[in-house]
């Protein structure tokens, strides 16, 4: 069964600085998707990037650039320029080619890492 | 709407009865998952439909939980004779049956068993 690690149940972080969220997951599979998902207090899940299991280059979205380890199953999230509008519950999860007749991808999430931001 | 809806967004019931939240996804979004997220808790995965089947109902945590998907759209998930551990936010999400679809959540119900 496919797991996701995040081991990091708290961070903080400077306004304007740099911070790393680390995931690790366990799986046989060769191809997938991970995704980091932002939950901010208002409980509003919302996608921030995703890296396709395939693809060597590092997803980017804005600050928001990750770096995926594909051979030490490790996906971990780099917010640039931290915002006090980063400040969120942060998810990462993952997501499994299709299995049996129905096509079914699970989709399994992380614990979660609460990041704070000081002004 | 343009996006996933919920209702209702709070749901306050007396322990033992029964409730029932409903999930309005996407339009074209075959896949529908439903998670449970406890206070500052993580997401704990409830049941999964692709199309009105669900193929993986494992998380469903008793009998007491039953969750529905009618033409393919719009999801009821049940809760017979509620137990005060049953208070939490549940979350609905969809997708398209893509695995490069990220999944869109709704807001959520918070549901107080009292």
């Known amino acids: 069964a496919q797991t996701v690690t995040q081991s990091q149940p708290e961070m903080s972080v400077q306004e304007a600085e740099t911070v790393t969220l680390s995931c690790t997951y366990d799986?046989?599979?060769?191809?997938?998707?991970l995704f980091w998902y932002k939950q901010p207090p208002s409980r509003q899940m919302i996608l921030v990037i995703r890296?396709?299991?395939?693809?060597?280059q590092n997803a980017t979205e804005n600050r928001f650039s990750v770096n995926f380890q594909k051979a030490a199953k490790s996906f971990s999230l780099k917010i640039s320029d931290s915002q006090l509008g980063d400040a969120a519950m942060y998810f990462c999860?993952?997501?499994?080619?299709?299995?049996?007749?129905?096509?079914?991808?699970?989709?399994?999430f992380g614990t979660g890492t609460k990041l704070q931001v000081i002004p | 709407g343009a996006g996933v809806s919920q209702s209702p967004s709070n749901k306050v019931t007396e322990k033992g009865k029964d409730v029932e939240l409903r999930c309005d996804p996407i339009s074209g979004h075959t896949a529908l998952y439903w998670y449970r997220q406890s206070l500052g808790q993580g997401l704990e995965f409830l049941i999964y439909?692709?199309?009105?089947?669900?193929?993986?109902k494992s998380g469903l945590p008793s009998d007491r939980f039953s969750a529905e998907r009618t033409g393919g759209s719009v999801s009821t998930l049940t809760i017979q004779r509620t137990q005060q551990e049953d208070s939490a936010v549940y979350l609905c999400?969809?997708?398209?049956?893509?695995?490069?679809?990220?999944?869109?959540f709704g807001n959520g119900t918070r549901l107080t068993v009292t």
């Open positions: 890296q396709e299991a395939y693809k060597q």
């Open positions: 999400a969809s997708s398209l049956h893509v695995m490069a679809s990220p999944l869109h």
């Open positions: 799986t046989s599979e060769s191809d997938y998707y």
């Open positions: 999860a993952y997501r499994s080619p299709f299995e049996g007749p129905g096509g079914y991808q699970k989709v399994t």
């Open positions: 439909f692709q199309g009105n089947s669900a193929p993986d």
